[in-house]
């Protein structure tokens, strides 16, 4: 079973930083993209960054040069390092993991994705 776990999430003063991190595992690839999105309360989930297999990345013009995602160390692990942060940044933070596996097969059509992490930023 594919499985997916943020954590890194919480309360913080706008300035401030968070680092999120997501965790994934269950599964078989040989390569994957992981994406952060992002839900407010009352608004539909919203794209933040994607880091691809080959490392390249993107983001959502809101978050450029504020956010920074990338592979860590850990083995099928994506950190989102947020720096100077915004009211606006509130809200529930999930990971999505798309994956091709080693005969081919794309994971992608239906994504799987984590729990979420509380993400608050306070005046």
């Known amino acids: 079973e594919v499985k997916l776990v943020e954590s890194g999430g919480g309360s913080v003063q706008a300035g401030g930083s968070l680092r999120l991190s997501c965790v994934a595992s269950?599964?078989?690839?040989?390569?994957?993209?992981m994406s952060w999105y992002r839900q407010a309360p009352g608004k539909e989930r919203k794209f933040i960054s994607v880091?691809?297999?080959?490392?390249?990345?993107y983001y959502d013009d809101s978050v450029k040069g504020r956010f920074t995602t990338s592979r860590a160390s850990a083995e099928n692990t994506v950190v989102l390092q947020m720096n100077s942060l915004k009211d606006e940044d509130t809200g529930m933070y999930y990971c999505?993991?798309?994956?091709?596996?080693?005969?081919?097969?794309?994971?992608?059509?239906?994504?799987?994705w984590g729990q979420g992490t509380q993400v608050t930023v306070s005046e």
């Open positions: 999505k993991l798309e994956f091709r596996d080693c005969a081919g097969v794309w994971h992608g059509d239906d994504p799987y």
């Open positions: 269950g599964f078989t690839y040989c390569t994957y993209d």
């Open positions: 880091i691809y297999a080959d490392g390249g990345t």
